[in-house]
């Protein structure tokens, strides 16, 4: 299923309503569909809007506006929540614990789970647990080795976390995949980092972005995760 229309930025992440809309974050653009990928609604927004999650009518996007994987820690990392329905702002939390630039977000149990950049070197990520009030974020520290530009995008199916990571020449785009109490940390070598979907506790909707000079497209396909892990199709690297 293919977004309709081009958009200056690219793909960041996609979630849905569980019943008729998805919610597409285009860095410079917040967009509601139906579920054929038909235009709604749009709204016009800071950059840089990253990924995002559906929540009680309500969506959620990690946004930094300022530096990502920065050693010095310039970021300026928020939540901005929006209405369902038209897109309408309304509210923004500070999430400053998140230093190296919010990107992603995700929601489990109760909790949002923010993820970001990560500068070069480190060699583990870090995610974020905030309550629904979006207090105190609890640093979570997930021993993945380094990856490229930290963690894009966040999504949990009821067993599993899912994180999804960006990729260049020298590192492959890498699928995290834990528990969902943040262990069992497995690695495969699979592209989510543009938005990942779950449907139910086998199936997600993985998302691709193509850009030209000038635009971007988006789409969204069917992948069934754990049953091609389980069956080997899909291998920890």
Request: glycine share 12%; net charge negative; charged share 20%.
């Amino acid at each position: 299923m293919t977004l309709s229309g081009v958009y200056p930025g690219h793909l960041q992440g996609v979630c849905t309503n569980d019943r008729d809309s998805i919610y597409w974050s285009m860095t410079t653009n917040i967009v509601k569909t139906d579920v054929s990928g038909n235009v709604v609604r749009q709204i016009a927004v800071p950059s840089h809007h990253g990924d995002l999650c559906h929540v009680d009518g309500k969506v959620y996007v990690a946004v930094n506006l300022a530096l990502f994987n920065d050693p010095e820690k310039r970021s300026d990392s928020w939540v901005y929540v929006y209405d369902g329905d038209d897109l309408s702002l309304l509210a923004r939390h500070a999430v400053g614990e998140v230093v190296y630039g919010a990107g992603g977000i995700g929601f489990g149990d109760g909790r949002f789970i923010v993820v970001g950049g990560l500068p070069d070197g480190m060699g583990e990520n870090d995610v974020y647990d905030y309550d629904k009030d979006f207090r105190s974020g609890r640093r979570i520290v997930l021993k993945t080795g380094q990856t490229y530009k930290g963690i894009q995008t966040a999504a949990y199916n009821g067993a599993h976390w899912w994180f999804g990571c960006y990729g260049k020449p020298d590192f492959m785009e890498v699928l995290i995949r834990t528990d969902r109490a943040f262990g069992a940390i497995q690695l495969f070598a699979f592209d989510a980092s543009t938005g990942i979907v779950p449907l139910d506790r086998d199936t997600v909707l993985v998302a691709r972005s193509v850009c030209g000079k000038e635009s971007c497209v988006a789409r969204l396909a069917p992948a069934r995760l754990n049953a091609w892990i389980e069956t080997g199709r899909l291998k920890p690297m």
